[in-house]
């Protein structure tokens, strides 16, 4: 059944909301921004301001993080204005505690004394450490770390990129070593400037951040000192690993003065968090550009044998931490924007739903989008898009269905790897992202995994783990009970495909996804 709960308030805004309330700042790739919530975690406030993507050679992105750092101060002024604007008696006094979430293995070093960065910061999506990372895996290759890390050897992480700026900034080594600069992620940048900068910064980053770096063993939760000699990173400038909940200092920004800064969670694992996934075995799914799956799988670390990334999903206080298997998906709503601007097919994103509805099935088409190759659980860079099974039958329509199907497909994949890794089988689906607006891609889901697909009410699931992680600190929030008592469901797909239809389905998608692979040959 399709919506069985639809709300007239999809986007979960509060339209008076009482105090008190709790701030999150999420800042992401792209934007930063601040959003104030309601003790139901209904969003009464929100400000957000863009910054410059910096692309200095092909494969290299950076970010200015004093451009960050002065954006992420007036989105909370901005916030917290219009949320004196919009509730009467409203005062900065009323946000009793903010979180932080962040764009995770972004890179930065910066001077402890000075507060200026040494360098841009090196984005997550920059490849500049893929020679590195080779040579870093000597011999074993990818799997150099992944015992002690839950990770592979990849340029994606943030440990390779702090070493290149040591070896390519002149002079920095030196500095590193004699204690003068300091390392973190965002959540630890932002963090030290709320909390004073140059004037007493804390210099802390969570269990989930510092589970993104290569450098923290995942079994004791602290920096591996033997990967630091390895990969030759001096101890000096890493944070202090903290629990993703709890009161690191306070803060004197954008008009609030002594509210306690009290969470930090990188972005897949917050959203983990807002979804409330607090048991194992639930896994939430987030629907963007690409897709990133998130399974919770209780208090140990599950090694991956199925191309998946084994992390930290997240820590309460002193509590033991929560472990999860992410897998992650290059292209999805990718695919929408390819068909739409550079195809012609559609002239928006949402026709797609139209005219995939106006065919029962795919025509016998797939299409498999490894249009840079496949990430998990493949991991293969040598493999391309492919459209296989056409004949003079298929229409554009067709192709549109395909479309929303190979979004199904690779999610499948991905729960098949997590089931296999895990042994604890999918219960249900949560969702998030952009792209759950279509309610066909959600049935077919459904369909692909043969179990329910989840939609909230309240979209901005990022901010809201950040929120929540920072009220149970505080004791907004008594326990995650009262937080699962918050989740309202928005809509819920159940599977309707015959068992026998999907697997067929799946074996020819599968057909197709070996159709890609070995496309482009090593060039020596």
């Not at 589970?211 to 995942?218: G, I, K, P, Q």
């Not at 084994?310 to 999805?332: C, D, F, K, N």
């Not at 995650?480 to 999907?502: I, V």
Request: charged share 20%; aromatic share 8%.
């Amino acid at each position: 059944m399709t919506d069985p709960q639809t709300s007239a308030d999809p986007t979960g805004t509060s339209s008076h909301g009482s105090g008190p309330f709790i701030a999150a700042i999420d800042q992401g790739t792209t934007s930063s921004r601040c959003i104030v919530f309601d003790r139901d975690g209904r969003i009464v406030a929100v400000d957000q301001k863009e910054h410059e993507q910096i692309f200095p050679k092909p494969g290299w992105v950076e970010h200015d993080a004093a451009e960050i750092w002065t954006n992420v101060q007036e989105v909370v002024a901005g916030a917290i204005a219009k949320a004196a604007q919009d509730i009467p008696g409203f005062t900065p006094a009323d946000v009793k505690a903010i979180g932080i979430t962040n764009q995770r293995e972004t890179t930065l070093l910066w001077d402890r004394h000075t507060g200026e960065p040494v360098h841009n910061a090196l984005v997550w999506q920059d490849t500049r450490t893929d020679a590195l990372c080779r040579e870093l895996g000597r011999n074993v290759g990818q799997d150099r770390f992944r015992r002690e890390t839950g990770l592979p050897l990849a340029s994606y992480f943030a440990g390779p990129k702090i070493r290149w700026l040591l070896d390519n900034v002149p002079g920095l080594r030196e500095r590193a070593e004699a204690g003068d600069i300091l390392f973190g992620t965002m959540d630890s940048w932002v963090i030290w400037n709320l909390t004073g900068g140059v004037n007493g910064g804390v210099h802390v980053t969570d269990v989930t951040n510092a589970s993104r770096t290569l450098l923290m063993n995942l079994h004791t939760l602290e920096w591996d000192h033997k990967i630091l000699a390895s990969m030759e990173v001096p101890a000096a400038v890493l944070p202090q690993i903290r629990s993703s909940s709890e009161v690191y200092g306070t803060t004197n920004v954008g008009g609030l003065d002594g509210v306690p800064v009290a969470s930090a969670l990188g972005d897949q694992q917050a959203a983990l968090f807002g979804q409330t996934c607090f048991a194992e075995g639930e896994a939430k799914s987030t629907y963007g550009t690409g897709t990133f799956m998130l399974m919770n799988t209780g208090g140990t670390p599950v090694n991956s044998y199925n191309g998946l990334i084994t992390t930290v999903g997240y820590r309460i206080g002193e509590e033991a931490p929560v472990y999860a298997l992410e897998g992650s998906i290059a292209v999805t709503g990718a695919l929408v924007q390819w068909m739409r601007d550079q195809m012609g097919l559609i002239s928006t994103a949402a026709e797609i739903e139209t005219l995939a509805s106006s065919v029962a099935d795919n025509g016998g088409a797939y299409f498999v989008p490894a249009f840079s190759g496949l990430f998990a659980p493949y991991w293969r860079d040598d493999a391309r898009g492919v459209i296989a099974g056409l004949t003079r039958y298929v229409t554009k329509a067709h192709i549109a269905r395909a479309v929303l199907e190979a979004t199904a497909w690779q999610t499948r994949e991905i729960a098949d790897a997590m089931t296999k890794d895990s042994d604890v089988e999918l219960t249900a689906l949560k969702v998030d992202g952009g792209m759950t607006s279509n309610n066909l891609l959600m049935q077919t889901l459904a369909d692909a995994l043969d179990a329910p697909v989840v939609r909230p009410m309240v979209a901005e699931t990022t901010c809201l783990g950040a929120a929540y992680a920072a009220g149970l600190a505080v004791g907004f929030w008594p326990d995650t009970d009262a937080l699962r008592a918050n989740w309202k469901r928005a809509a819920e797909w159940t599977p309707r495909m015959d068992a026998a239809d999907r697997d067929r389905e799946y074996k020819n998608w599968l057909k197709a996804v070996e159709r890609t692979m070995g496309w482009i040959e090593e060039e020596h």
